[in-house]
């Protein structure tokens, strides 16, 4: 069973800068960027999200921990009006395949229930078969596809 534990803002400074190093690396996979041009976009993409002073009141940010307080992950949601967008789900690898994205995208439903959300909505990489599995596990179907061609 996962719990969720706010993220402060000496973690969100570790967090963040890895998650633009993950989300890089993730565009270079996907065949359209060169490393270098992946991470400028990445920085581009997550530049001005949480101010100086670590506020943002539509995100909430997470530290993943397991039943043994371990942490095994983030979570970054985001709040809009009749929707909780899912930003970001990360699960170190030595914790994936255990039960834990499927009791998080559970807690995450019960999160949008308080909320008094109508949708839960995420973006997940093409190429991101694990994220993928995971989501149609927890009954999220694609509305649209959003595609890229080089030129």
Do not use: C
């Not at 060169?34 to 101010?51: E, F, P, Q, R, T």
């Not at 949601?77 to 395949?97: D, H, N, Q, T």
């Not at 909320?115 to 909505?121: A, E, S, Y």
């Amino acid at each position: 069973m996962v719990k969720l534990e706010q993220m402060t803002k000496k973690t969100y400074g570790k967090f963040i800068k890895k998650s633009i190093k993950r989300f890089a690396k993730s565009l270079v996979k996907s065949g359209f960027y060169d490393k270098n041009d992946a991470l400028v976009s990445a920085k581009k993409m997550y530049a001005g999200n949480i101010d100086k002073d670590f506020k943002n009141p539509k995100f909430d940010l997470y530290i993943i921990k397991n039943e043994k307080d371990k942490k095994i992950g983030y979570l970054w949601l985001a709040k809009e009006k009749r929707l909780l967008f899912i930003r970001e789900i990360y699960i170190r690898k030595k914790y994936r395949y255990q039960g834990y994205g499927s009791d998080l995208m559970e807690k995450i439903d019960s999160i949008a229930k308080v909320l008094q959300v109508k949708r839960i909505g995420l973006a997940v990489m093409n190429h991101n078969d694990i994220a993928k599995a995971l989501y149609e596990k927890a009954g999220v179907g694609v509305i649209s596809e959003y595609r890229m061609k080089k030129v």
